[in-house]
C-alpha cells in the first residue's frame, strides 16, 4: 500500500519577499517584484530587469565564515531550508537520520563561482583559482550542504533537468517517501543566475525580454510578450509520511498526491507543437492522484512569458484538460517575480500550496492584451478567492521537460 506524503514545512526567497508569507502576500496584493539588476553593473546592457532578492540579512541564518566560503545558490538554498526545517518543529525531535533525504536542485548551480573563477584563471593565472571553486558550482552541494546542516543522511539527490529541476526533485522525493525509502526529506531548488554570464548566455537565445521597462517585461499570455525576465530565488519545503508527522504531532499544511514528468523528445530549447509532452505529463500526473481534471480549482502555470511555451502550454493544458480546462483558474506568479530557471519549480509550487490553504489564487499582472490562442481564465491582474481541495503546479525546462505536481487540501 502507497504511503500518503505531506508537508510540514516551507521556506522560500523570492524577488517578492523573504520568507513565505511574505511572499505569498505579496504576490496575493498583484505586486511586481521585477527591477533593475543591482547585483552588477548593467551599464550598456541590452537587458537591463531582473527579479532580485532583496533587504536579505544572510548573517540572520548563517555565520560569516559559511558565508564567505559559499556561492549564492548554495547560501539562497540553505537559508530555504532552515526556514522549512523551523516551520516543520524538528529541532530535538528524534529522527532515523538515515530516513531523511534531501532533494534540493537547481537549473546551472555555482553559476556565480564558475563567472568569477573562470575570469580569475583567465586573468590572474591558474593559481588564483580558489579552492572552494569546485565544490560551489557542482549543483549537488546545496543540497550536500543541507544534508550536512541538518545531519539528513539518507539520498541527496537533486534531478537537474534545466526549468523543471525542482519540480521533478519534488516529485522524486515525493516517489522515495511515498514508497517507504525515506520518512522525511527536504525537497525543492535553489538558483541565483544574475551576473553576466548567465544574463548574457540567455539574451544570446533571445529569450529575454529586453523592453527593460518593469511594467511590461513579464507578460505571461499577453499578446505583447517577447521573452521571461531572469530571477534569483530559493524554495524548499519538508516532504514528511503522513503517520510519521501525525506521530509527532507536527502541524499539516497539505497533502502531494500527485507527480508526473515527461519528455518531448522534440527540440534542445523549443517545446513540442503539438504540446503532446506537456499533456502527458499532466495527465500523468492526474492518474497518479486518481483526481479529475474538473476536481483541479488552480494551476500555478509555467507561464514564462516567451511566444512558444505560453501558447504551447496553454494547448497542453486544454488537450490534458478538456472542457474543465475553461474552468479552472490558471495564473503565472513569473509576471510578478520573474523567472529563476531551476529553482521556478520550488517558489511556484509553495506559492500553490498558499493558494490551496488560503483560497486565494494569486493573479497574473500586467495580462491587458490577451492572446487569442491563450483563451484560459488566467486569473488577470487581480486575485480571486476560491475553495478548492486540488491545485497543480506545471513547469517546463529546455530539453523537452515537463514536470507536475498535485496538492491537496488537509481538512481538519
Not at 560551489?136 to 533537468?161: C, D, E
Not at 475553461?326 to 529563476?340: L, P, R
Request: hydrophobic share 40%; proline share 4%.
Amino acid at each position: 500500500m502507497k504511503r500518503r506524503v505531506v508537508i510540514t514545512g516551507m521556506g522560500l526567497l523570492s524577488p517578492m519577499g523573504n520568507t513565505v508569507d511574505a511572499s505569498f502576500e505579496a504576490m496575493v496584493q498583484g505586486k511586481n517584484g521585477i527591477g533593475r539588476i543591482t547585483l552588477c553593473d548593467v551599464e550598456g546592457w541590452k537587458v537591463q530587469l531582473a527579479g532580485e532578492i532583496k533587504n536579505l540579512n544572510f548573517e540572520d541564518y548563517l555565520d560569516k565564515r559559511e558565508i564567505k566560503r559559499s556561492d549564492r545558490a548554495m547560501i539562497l538554498g540553505m537559508i530555504a531550508a532552515i526556514q522549512a526545517y523551523d516551520q516543520a518543529g524538528l529541532e530535538g525531535v528524534p529522527i532515523n537520520r538515515q530516513r531523511f533525504g534531501t532533494f534540493v536542485s537547481s537549473g546551472i548551480g555555482g553559476l556565480n563561482t564558475i563567472y568569477e573563477e573562470v575570469s580569475n584563471c583567465v586573468l590572474r593565472g591558474q593559481d588564483r583559482i580558489s579552492p572552494f571553486f569546485i565544490p560551489n558550482s557542482i549543483i549537488n552541494l546545496i543540497g550536500g550542504m543541507i544534508a550536512i546542516r541538518f545531519q539528513a543522511k539518507g539520498p541527496n539527490l537533486p534531478v537537474v533537468t534545466a526549468c523543471s529541476a525542482a519540480t521533478n526533485s519534488m516529485g522524486e522525493a515525493f516517489r522515495y517517501i511515498r514508497d517507504g525509502y525515506l520518512d522525511l526529506a527536504f525537497a525543492g531548488g535553489s538558483e541565483a543566475p544574475i551576473n553576466p554570464v548567465g544574463v548574457g548566455g540567455f539574451a544570446s537565445l533571445r529569450a529575454l525580454n529586453v523592453s527593460n521597462d518593469p511594467e511590461r517585461a513579464s507578460v505571461p499570455f499577453d499578446s505583447r510578450r517577447s521573452g521571461f525576465v531572469i530571477a534569483e530565488g530559493a524554495g524548499v519545503m519538508i516532504f514528511e509520511e503522513y503517520e510519521h508527522a501525525k506521530k509527532r504531532g507536527a502541524n499539516i499544511i497539505a497533502e502531494i498526491v500527485g507527480y508526473g514528468t515527461s519528455s518531448d523528445a522534440f527540440h534542445m530549447t523549443a517545446p513540442d507543437e503539438a504540446a503532446e509532452g506537456i499533456e502527458s505529463c499532466i495527465r500523468l500526473t492526474l492518474e497518479d492522484a486518481g483526481v479529475m481534471p474538473e476536481d483541479v480549482g488552480y494551476i500555478n502555470a509555467h507561464g514564462t512569458s516567451t511566444l512558444l511555451n505560453d501558447r504551447l502550454e496553454t494547448l497542453g493544458i486544454k488537450k490534458a484538460f478538456g472542457e474543465a480546462a475553461y474552468q479552472v483558474n490558471i495564473s503565472s506568479t513569473k509576471s510578478m517575480h520573474g523567472h529563476a530557471l531551476g529553482a521556478a519549480g520550488a517558489i511556484e509550487s509553495i506559492a500553490t500550496v498558499k493558494a490551496l490553504v488560503t483560497s486565494m489564487i494569486p493573479p497574473t499582472i500586467h495580462l491587458e492584451q490577451p492572446d487569442p490562442e491563450c483563451d484560459l481564465n488566467y486569473t488577470p491582474n487581480v486575485a480571486v478567492e476560491r475553495e478548492m481541495d486540488y491545485a497543480m503546479n506545471i513547469n517546463i525546462g529546455f530539453g523537452g521537460q515537463n514536470a507536475a505536481l498535485l496538492f491537496k487540501k488537509v481538512k481538519p
